[in-house]
């Protein structure tokens, strides 16, 4: 019973040695495909699917541009690999990101060039 418990304290124990701020080991940044600004749309509005569908839509997404740089933002899951910077009408597409975020603080690396990412406990 003693190794259980000592199994089970052990990584609180290593956590809570790293400073405020500090990306823990195991919280790998997520990639960033790509940033969207959200446009609301009337109630009833219709778009077709990639799949010829016609589904009714609360929003539409347009992507947008940023000027490359290091940004401190609070985020939101919203959907696997999509997430909303707080109080803002910004959105942030990921690749293979499996942070379950309520306004949680991050750091988007943006670089005009690509390789864009996301740094989940960042101060």
């Known amino acids: ?9 052990v990584p609180w124990v290593m956590a809570s040695r790293y400073p405020a701020g500090t990306v823990l080991p195991g919280r790998a940044p997520c990639g960033v495909r790509a940033v969207y600004q959200s446009v609301a749309v009337p109630y009833g509005t ?7 569908g016609v589904e009714e839509v609360t929003a539409v997404y347009s992507p947008m541009q940023l000027q490359g740089g290091t940004y401190t933002v609070a985020v939101t899951r919203k959907s696997q690999d999509f997430y ?3 109080q803002r009408e910004i ?3 990921t690749a293979y990101c ?9 750091v988007l690396e943006y670089k ?6 996301l740094v989940f406990g960042e101060p």
């Open 91 to 93: 959105f942030i597409r």
């Open 1 to 9: 019973m003693r190794r259980i418990v000592g199994a089970v304290l």
């Open 98 to 106: 499996y942070e379950y975020a309520y306004g949680e603080s991050a």
């Open 112 to 117: 005009v060039s690509g390789e864009d990412r």
């Open 46 to 52: 219709l778009v077709t699917t990639m799949l010829g």
């Open 84 to 86: 909303q910077v707080d």
